[in-house]
């Protein structure tokens, strides 16, 4: 059973109560019963609300419900309640994050108290339970906060830009056309140690050797496009990270490069997804 602190007490609020065999000078926060059964309560407004009425303070209402009601026995409607008056309020942001609340309350009911959750392992319950946690939850908010899909793709994009900035200076970015590379194995027109790095390329004989049309790597562009998979910039079509050196032997850092590269192009893929999901939730709601 998860011990809840109330809202009033945490931030020092409340009517002072005395209590016995104690001075009434002194104030103390005042106390919440947990029993409030709210359950087919239906309201349509409230008078005589304190100022700046945060969500939290609306969390702390609704947590005033008997502990079996917000867990094992889960009662979805006083949250619907309570959201919809919000709503007729004018209170929107407040009602979206009791909204948010109502949903991680719900995924914790399915998941260790839904019938499917006591029968054995259920991977299809589980699997609802991880999607419902991991991914539907903190990215987009359970539908109600698409854009945080789109802060955590930038994120990644950021994280790339700086991966494949020093895999560049480390010579691990190289040309996908095979011309450039038989040119500088076959003693053509590109030199062969301009192969050590095709960015930041060893003289000026190497840069006047490179063909005119091919495009200079930028990082932020590359990761971009790796990891938008519906846009095309033309950077991941024409350089890629390399996993061995022009000796041969093996290179760990390009390998780990090439790990992030694939994590970036699923986690861009289903990011896009999740966003594309929750606004299209968004709007039928």
């Not at 930038?154 to 200076?169: D, E, W």
């Not at 038989?182 to 590109?190: F, H, L, M, N, V």
């Amino acid at each position: 059973m998860r011990k809840r602190e109330s809202y009033l007490e945490k931030n020092g609020k409340g009517e002072p109560t005395p209590n016995e065999g104690e001075s009434t000078d002194e104030e103390q926060p005042q106390k919440i019963n947990y029993n409030t059964k709210l359950d087919n309560f239906t309201y349509e407004g409230f008078s005589n609300l304190p100022d700046n009425c945060k969500p939290e303070f609306w969390i702390e209402f609704l947590n005033q419900q008997p502990e079996e009601h917000l867990n094992k026995n889960f009662k979805p409607r006083p949250w619907e309640q309570l959201a919809s008056v919000l709503d007729s309020m004018g209170y929107q942001e407040e009602a979206l994050e009791l909204r948010i609340e109502k949903q991680k309350l719900q995924t914790n009911f399915m998941a260790y108290h839904e019938p499917t959750a006591k029968s054995g392992f259920n991977l299809w319950h589980w699997g609802r339970v991880f999607f419902r946690k991991v991914l539907w939850g903190p990215p987009v908010g359970y539908g109600y906060k698409p854009g945080n899909a789109l802060v955590v793709l930038f994120g990644l994009v950021m994280l790339g830009t700086l991966l494949y900035s020093q895999a560049a200076k480390r010579g691990i970015m190289t040309p996908t056309h095979p011309l450039v590379y038989k040119e500088a194995r076959t003693g053509g027109s590109i030199p062969a140690w301009c192969a050590e790095n095709w960015v930041y390329l060893p003289n000026e004989n190497c840069t006047l050797a490179m063909p005119y049309e091919y495009s200079e790597f930028q990082s932020f562009i590359y990761a971009a496009d790796v990891a938008l998979p519906v846009v095309n910039l033309r950077m991941e079509s024409d350089w890629a990270p390399r996993v061995v050196f022009t000796d041969g032997t093996r290179d760990n850092f390009g390998w780990w490069v090439r790990t992030f590269e694939w994590f970036l192009i699923a986690a861009g893929w289903i990011l896009s997804l999740l966003f594309v999901s929750a606004v299209g939730s968004s709007i039928r709601k």
